[in-house]
């Protein structure tokens, strides 16, 4: 007797498909996951098409050991730029705070962020699964209402050819940040905090060769606001704080973002600008993560701000420990393991995704000169010491939050 047969009989036979709400990483990543452990699996997605997300560009070390288990990081690394350090500067001095994640090497096999927009991972997930006949992905459905009923999910679906039923045990929602499923279930975030507004442009210039000391990604202090820089390939991604009291469409107009770039880079030429988006973000949280048959994960389950680049990593790291309880209650275990599912994540997320994100965001967003500096020596104690700094990299590399997530109850 072989675990694969006996996986096989088990799917097939006794379960009907899990369904899995929204084609995102987290979604994908799910289905990956059940898919390689022998179930059926039908992701619901309501764009026709993959999109060219252009939102997460930052994997970090956690997430690509995750990945790597599944034969999916080596192919995204291919993809991307690795980025052995970045740091902290500050705009036209020589200040830099610059972190190594060389030393936290003996805690990951990945010891870099790799810098790759979210849709390779989204691609490359999708050429894996499509090779698996377990799987099944349905562009053009999506999801307008369920019914979330004491042993299974029923869902009613929009497609093109007209309204449609599907149910399923489980269903796991990972249909983003304006979930349907979460509306459709009354339910709302809390631990709210105030919304935050950025720009994100793509550029076709060589910074590298404009700004002294400039790394792979950098964080950076202007004299009364804040700007990342990061390559990707040959490219580089600019993003900062527009204007409060510029409407998002003026401040996001080839106009306004020309004259942004020029008052910090002055160029003789217009900047190549290749790609902009604009995004505002109300962090916040589910009460649970568990509602009957559904299960949230990613940007349905909790939203933060991009800062730290947690959102992406952290919804994979959710889907990770979700399929790990979900997998013995398909083999028959209690569902209250799905409830310790939902503790353990949403712990993570509150205090450890949510309160990395919003302390990056309070660095960055700070302007008052006395609390710049206070942020700057601490940055240099971590820098200076190498005890702190691999306490810092392991936190934000997301490798002590799933640590930790094993102790929670
Ligand atoms: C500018 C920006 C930069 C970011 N940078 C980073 C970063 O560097 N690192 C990081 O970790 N995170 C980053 N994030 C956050 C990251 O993009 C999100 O956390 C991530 O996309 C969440 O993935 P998800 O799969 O949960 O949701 P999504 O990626 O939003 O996917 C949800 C999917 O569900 C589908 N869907 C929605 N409703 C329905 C429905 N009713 N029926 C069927 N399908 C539906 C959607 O079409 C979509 O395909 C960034 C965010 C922004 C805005």
Known sequence: MTLSVKSENRTIQRHPPIVIAGAGPVGLYAAVLLVNAGHRVIVLEKNHDLPLDMRASTFHPST???????????????????????????????????????????????????????YHFSNLAVEQLVRNPLFEIRFGHEIVSLENRQDRALLRLQTSTGEQEIE???????????????????????????????????????????????????????????????????????????????????????????????????????????????????????????????????????????????????????????????????????????????????????????RLSAREERWRRETSPVKRAAIWQELLEIVSDDAKTREFLLDLSLIRSRQREADID
């Open 168 to 354: 399923t045990p489980w269903l796991i929602a990972a249909d983003g940040g304006h979930s349907t499923v979460r509306g459709q279930l009354g339910l709302s975030f809390e631990h709210q905090s105030p919304p935050v507004t950025s720009i994100s442009l793509v550029l076709n210039h060589p910074f590298e060769n404009d700004v002294p000391g400039i790394l792979g990604v950098n964080f950076v202090w202007t004299q009364n606001g804040f700007y990342s820089l990061r390559q990707i390939r040959d490219l580089w991604r600019f993003s900062y704080q527009p204007d409060p009291d510029l409407p998002i469409g003026e401040a996001v107009s080839e106009a306004a973002t020309q004259s942004y770039l020029q008052a910090l880079f002055p160029s003789l030429e217009p900047y190549e600008i290749q790609h902009r988006l604009h995004y505002t973000i109300q962090p916040g949280c589910l009460s649970s993560f568990r509602q009957g048959r559904v299960l949230f994960a990613g940007d349905a389950a909790h939203l933060e701000s991009p800062a730290g680049g947690l959102g992406m990593n952290s919804g994979m790291h959710d889907a990770h420990c979700l399929v790990e309880h979900l997998l013995p209650v398909l083999d028959g275990a209690d569902d209250d393991l799905l409830d310790r599912y939902s503790r353990r994540r949403r712990t993570i997320a509150i205090e450890e995704v949510q």
């Open 64 to 118: 690509l050991d995750l990945l790597g288990a599944c034969g999916l990081a080596d192919p995204l690394i291919f993809r991307g730029s690795i980025m052995q350090g970045w740091q902290y500067m500050i705009h036209g001095t020589k200040n830099h705070a610059v972190f190594d994640l060389e030393c936290i090497r003996d805690a990951t096999d990945h010891p870099f962020r790799l810098i790759c927009e979210q």
